[in-house]
């Protein structure tokens, strides 16, 4: 064949080539200065602390941290963890794990940034111990994972106990907590005495839910706050609740009887029966 046949062959393959690569957005593959775009990780949450700077003032002014005996031996103003014997009296030791509680080793990313949060959020009003929204008790607070015995999650309602606030991609909530003796307890509802809703087992102690888990289950149709008339809960928002769709939840609606706008959509914690079984012995 002719030297020039082979040439004209050859530059034609490469422009071929070329063509193809520059559809097919590869044209640059082999350059050592290619960017590779970000990875879509999904939704993130950005969880802050909402610290009244008045009120870390007062709190500071009435507390000599320096001569407090927390402070002296655990360098905190929170609890250091000697023993799980609480949690093993409460939860069958084959449920000890990792998958069940937070352990401090599982958060190599972000988690502990919820830790800090948390922390932060609770230390600047000074609480120590913070009750539990069903039965009172109260609940020591850690300096690491798991932070309690029990769970926190986040509700636009205050049920009981201090109102601490966290802020959740830029919205103000306040900071609730349940104990795991109640979590592993049977729950029911006081008005139609269905069980099903909810189940407190499934929740992996000792951290932080961005919902309200205590109003994610629904048994009875959703009722006004204040007139406890049916509050006509469109279609679509109970689909979205029946889907795991909590943020439906942190929404105000107007009741069209009587006119009240409230978070109509969070469960009382009065309307609730617990069971609290005996400690767990194996």
């Known amino acids: 064949m002719c030297p020039l046949i082979n ?5 034609s393959n490469v422009t071929d080539s070329d063509e193809y690569r520059k559809r097919s957005n590869t044209l640059l593959s082999n350059r050592s200065d290619k960017r590779w775009p970000k990875r879509d990780m999904g939704p993130q949450f950005e969880l802050r602390c909402c610290i009244d700077p008045e009120i870390l003032r007062i709190n500071v002014d009435r507390q000599y941290y320096f001569e407090d005996e927390t402070v002296r031996v655990n360098g905190s103003v929170f609890h250091k963890r000697n023993d799980y014997n ?4 409460i939860i069958p030791r084959a449920k000890f794990n990792g998958i069940h509680i937070k352990m401090e080793d599982d958060c190599p990313q972000g988690g502990d940034d919820v830790r800090l949060c948390l922390l932060k959020s609770l230390g600047a009003h000074n609480l120590r111990s913070i009750p539990c929204v069903q039965c ?6 850690y300096d690491k994972y798991p932070l309690i015995d029990g769970v926190f999650y986040i509700s636009p ?3 009981f106990g201090p109102k601490t606030e966290i802020s959740l991609d830029g919205r103000r909530f306040y900071l609730q907590q349940l104990c795991a003796r109640c979590l592993w307890s049977d729950w029911s509802c006081k008005n139609c005495g269905k069980d099903e ?3 407190g087992r499934s929740f992996v ?3 932080l839910y961005y919902y309200d888990i205590v109003s994610a289950g629904r048994c009875c149709p959703s009722v006004c706050q204040t007139c406890r008339q049916p509050l006509g809960v469109r279609d679509q928002l109970a689909t979205q609740l029946a889907n795991g769709n909590y943020a439906t939840i942190n929404e105000q609606m107007t009741c069209q009887a009587c006119g009240s706008s409230k ?4 469960r009382d914690i009065k309307t609730i029966h617990v069971a609290r079984g005996p400690s767990f012995c194996e």
């Open 263 to 266: 978070f109509h959509l969070v």
């Open 136 to 141: 009172k008790d109260e609940l020591k607070v």
């Open 86 to 89: 609480n949690l093993l009296s």
């Open 205 to 207: 102690l000792g951290t």
């Open 7 to 11: 040439v004209a062959i050859s530059q």
């Open 197 to 199: 809703w909810f189940d």
């Open 157 to 159: 309602v205050s049920q």
